[in-house]
């Protein structure tokens, strides 16, 4: 909420001004700050200037025609350029900052209409200690501006709109430009001491960031190297049949029951339903469900080579034992799984492609290729195997259920994908056999507007050209 | 030659990595907003945005995706409707490790239910590493309760990769046939 009845907004032109800044500036006085700022392209009626010197060129051509111009400016900039007749922002911009920067304008403005001063009295108007002119309030974004306890604003804070009158004010700056509480401050500040820092941690989001690490840059045989891998990869998990328009054979059909797979999911479905952690004896080896977390704890890795043939061989009655643990049992595995959090997987990816190397394209001998399904939902894809195709199988299924065969038409892609999808999202329990039920989940409609820079952009994310 | 610019927004409670999300995604270098944290904030991260955060995916020359990041604190809900003014897309961040997902899940889509309705949404579920509970099944189940349909991703903010997966589901969850 504005005081829309003490202020009038600071009338501004933009000079010089990258896009970005530009784009944030007008959002701002369009929206919070149009009760602060209003934008004119009327010299007359200017009462300041914005201009962003950090903008190539942007000091150059002030000092060359706007150098006699009485009108403050803000300055937006990393750095104080300590100009005169000036406010400076630091940047990045804040909502704060520019309040600040045009109550001090608008205090420099109203000090010199009401008593024509000398410098120095424009000094005292403008770094006052107290709230001294009370008449003159800040910008408000609550509708009462109230009187409020003086506050210091540290060189250090975020707030540093430093105003320079002359070169002989300069002494002063060090002195509180608003000894009245920001109104700003009131929704951040909630009476706790504060302590100043920078307005930014940046940097520190530099270095989390995974796209700000310097990377080796790669030689062509690395890339290629890369690329055949990734290919080989995503035969193992779908195979390579190729489409044919002869029914689908039996030696494209599988029978998961009599694969890891099947045990595996038997496993999970057991989990969850008892909401115990439950083991997987497949001698040597043991995987451990835990239905809460959704993890698997296993020395197995789902990238060996190892596991290809574990998931690809057929299992022997008798080979592979379930058992829920006991709470004994639980807490040794806890033990163990603080010792060895390597051996800790995502269960939705180790399901995912423990069906994807067992069906290895095939499809489970009970599915009825002529029968419409629907899923459910989306896989969590950032966590598992993707292959070619698949974001794109999930929208159009999801969106609306269909057989196998009609969404690689529909998406003019190999059908193997769209079976490996199958295989995966039936193991991760996403799929729907009874389209009925989930056409009212549905709510949404796709939309189709600006679809041209939707289909760029979803290239341009997949590392292609925009 | 005019140019063509279309809006992502993404919001979720505080410290739920909206403003790493778009600082890992963004071709610029990101606008943020961020203030030391001086009320309950401060419990889960120094800073915060208190007027949002701005990024850009340059998609041609003259066409861009403006990604703008909603403060999280529930008393900047003000800026809620103008920042989605025109958008295209919701992207919902979800930081596993508070007290209450759910009930996050429930404010975040009431709040935003008209612009949900209008357009699409996809929600990221992230600081998995720290909390499993709830998982990925909960917030499927969840968001059935609540009467949407939005896929649902485990992501890490910091990743261009997740974060791009999550644009990728909006922008198919928008048009099904896009390529």
Known sequence: ?466 | MSVVNRKIIFTGPVGSGKTTAIISISDIEPVTTDQNASDMTQKRKNNTTVAMDYGVINVSENERVHLYGTPGQERFDFMWNILTKGGIGLILLMDNTRQDPYQDLKFYTRAFKEFIDEQQMVVGVTRMDLQRTPNIDNYRRWLDELGYSAPVFEVDARSRKDVSVLIQGLLLSLDPGVS
């Open chain 1, 1 to 466: 909420m504005f005081n829309k009845s003490s202020q009038t907004p600071l009338i501004v032109e933009l000079m010089d001004i990258s896009k970005q800044n530009e784009a944030i500036l007008k959002f701002f006085i369009s929206g919070v700050g149009s009760k602060v700022f209003k934008i004119s392209n009327t010299s007359t009626d200017v009462e300041a200037y914005i201009i962003d010197y950090d903008f190539p060129g942007a000091q150059a051509r002030w000092d060359e025609n706007y150098m006699d111009s009485n009108k403050p400016r803000i300055i937006l900039a990393t750095l104080d350029p300590k100009a005169a007749n000036s406010v400076w922002v630091g940047k990045p911009l804040s909502s704060k900052k520019l309040i600040e920067a045009a109550t001090t304008i608008k205090r420099l403005q109203k000090t010199a209409t009401a008593t024509p001063s000398t410098s120095t009295q424009d000094n005292d108007a403008i770094h006052e200690k107290t709230p001294s002119i009370p008449e003159i309030k800040p910008f408000s974004l609550v509708n009462d501006t109230k009187v409020t306890i003086p506050k210091k604003v540290s060189t250090e804070n975020t707030t540093t709109a430093t105003l320079v009158k002359s070169e002989s004010l300069e002494n002063n700056q060090q002195k509180p430009l608003n000894p009245t509480k920001n109104p700003i401050d009131e929704l951040v500040d909630n009476s706790t001491p504060r302590v100043d820092q920078p307005p930014l941690n940046l940097s520190e989001n530099k270095q989390d960031t995974q796209k700000k690490k310097i990377k080796k840059p790669k030689t062509a045989e690395e890339i290629a190297a890369k690329v055949a891998k990734q290919e080989q990869r995503w035969k193992e998990l779908c195979g390579e049949s190729e489409d044919s328009s002869e029914p689908i054979t039996e030696e494209q059909r599988y029978i998961p029951d009599n694969y890891f797979i099947g045990k595996l999911t038997g496993a999970v479905r057991l989990a969850k339903q008892s909401q115990q952690v439950v083991e997987i004896k497949a001698l040597p080896h043991s995987i451990f469900i835990l239905p809460n977390e959704h993890q698997v704890f296993t020395e197995l890795s789902i990238s060996d080579e190892n596991f290809i043939q574990f998931s690809r061989n057929k299992i022997k009655q008798g080979e592979m034992s379930i058992h829920i643990l006991s709470s004994i049992e639980t807490g040794k595995l806890e033990m163990q799984m603080n010792q060895l959090p390597e051996c800790i997987h995502s269960l939705e990816s180790f399901l995912w492609t423990s069906s994807l190397l067992a069906s290895y394209g095939r499809l489970p001998i009970t599915l009825n290729l002529d029968k419409k399904t629907a899923l459910k939902y989306w896989p969590s894809f950032a966590r598992i195997e993707a292959f070619p195709y698949s974001m794109r199988i999930a929208a159009l299924w999801h969106h609306s259920p269909d057989t196998l065969i009609e969404i690689a038409n529909k998406l003019a892609i190999p059908q193997r994908y769209v079976f490996a999808f199958y295989n995966g999202a039936v193991a991760l329990d996403l799929v729907e056999h009874d389209p009925k039920k989930v056409k009212k989940q549905i709510k949404a409609k796709p939309k189709k507007k600006g679809s041209g820079l939707i289909s760029r952009l979803f290239k341009r994310l997949l590392g292609g050209a925009s």
